[in-house]
């Protein structure tokens, strides 16, 4: 499948995602900033979330509504300050997603409400992104999946139940190119959790590609899953943590998805296929092996012993296997320490 210009799939390189969120701190101007610094760290795409707090939530402060689990980044908020915080605003979208274009970056977003999957129809977004809390939101599912572009599916708190619904709602809308992520909805994850044995799993039960959206710290959990077949690799992204944003947490400094970026590429080029014997790299290195060297000074009809015949480095004489065949043997002719043993030597 391809999303914009760019092809999704086993055989290509990881398609990484910078997620912006709420990490702008409501400017413009940082915003912008994101985008420069996350096209320079090599990404191939930039993710936007489009909601207000009226169309993702009540304006209730207490309650269900009311953040009061101590362990949370944003424990004493009620849901409707908290998106009021985090949101981007709409009209900042075009700027975002034009500056985005221009350094090379696919764009696109998470729409929260069918309001605002037609506003980002508006501008034409090559993609559209569900996240793991709506994706028991079939009606927003099928009106995504009825645009006929391509679908970026979290797979964060489904069960395999709930998951093969939300696939049912894709293809029954039309849509065949769409992309399951592994996510574990824990703000930031534990790595204990991410599960990435789950990933060829998804692809296998659902025919489809497969990557992760990473709320862990650090490198080590995306790199791992492109190792265990993740086509896409989503991460948020924050120019610098400690300033503060409603994800910094969990989101990577320019310089750390930079070596995401690179890392997660490299563990692809790395997968390679199977393959036994040399590469051809490794060709040249064929000469410093181990093989059978005459070890002193002999004369012809001297016997071969373990003293005067060994395995050493480098190998244009024989095997080392078959240093048994010639001990007891005598040797044909005179031969000097340093002399590569070959069958006329017998």
């Given at each position: 499948?391809?999303?914009?210009?760019?092809?999704?799939?086993?055989?290509?390189?990881p398609f990484i995602i910078a997620e912006l969120s709420g990490n702008h701190d409501q400017s413009l101007d940082k915003a912008l900033a994101m985008v420069d610094a996350a096209a320079a760290t090599g990404a191939d795409a930039l993710k936007l979330q489009t909601y207000t707090a009226d169309t993702i939530t009540l304006d209730v402060h207490e309650g269900e509504f009311y953040i009061d689990n101590p362990e949370s980044l944003w424990h004493g908020y009620s849901l409707h300050q908290l998106y009021q915080k985090a949101m981007t605003p709409w009209e900042w979208h075009k700027p975002i997603f034009d500056r985005a274009r221009q350094l090379g970056m696919i764009a696109f977003s998470s729409p929260f409400d069918l309001s605002a999957v037609d506003y980002l129809e508006d501008l034409d977004v090559p993609c559209y992104k569900i996240a793991s809390f709506e994706n028991i939101d079939h009606g927003l599912?099928?009106?995504?999946?009825?645009?006929?572009?391509?679908?970026?599916?979290?797979?964060?708190?489904?069960?395999q139940a709930e998951l093969a619904e939300t696939v049912e709602v894709l293809r029954a809308n039309g849509c065949e190119d769409f992309v399951l992520l592994k996510c574990t909805s824990q703000y930031p994850a534990r790595p204990r959790d991410a599960n990435l044995r789950t990933i060829p799993h998804l692809r296998e039960l659902f025919?489809?590609?497969?990557?992760?959206?990473?709320?862990?710290?650090?490198?080590?959990?995306?790199?791992?899953?492109?190792?265990?077949?993740?086509?896409v690799i989503e991460k948020h992204f924050v120019l610098d943590r400690s300033e503060g944003g409603v994800d910094a947490d969990f989101s990577m400094e320019p310089n750390e998805f930079k070596a995401l970026v690179d890392e997660c590429r490299r563990a692809k080029d790395a997968l390679g296929r199977v393959h036994y014997g040399c590469t051809e790299k490794e060709v040249a290195s064929r000469v410093h092996r181990r093989s059978l060297y005459v070890a002193l000074d002999m004369k012809a009809g001297e016997r071969f012993t373990e003293a005067n015949l060994r395995s050493v480095r480098p190998g244009l004489g024989l095997a080392p296997k078959y240093l048994s065949h010639f001990l007891g043997k005598t040797i044909k002719r005179d031969a000097k320490k340093g002399t590569p043993l070959s069958w006329d030597l017998i």
């Open positions: 499948m391809k999303i914009g210009d760019k092809r999704i799939g086993a055989d290509q390189a599912i099928a009106r995504v999946a009825q645009t006929g572009k391509p679908v970026i599916v979290s797979t964060g708190m489904a069960s025919q489809c590609e497969v990557g992760l959206s990473d709320h862990t710290t650090g490198i080590g959990v995306s790199v791992a899953a492109v190792a265990m077949g993740a086509s």
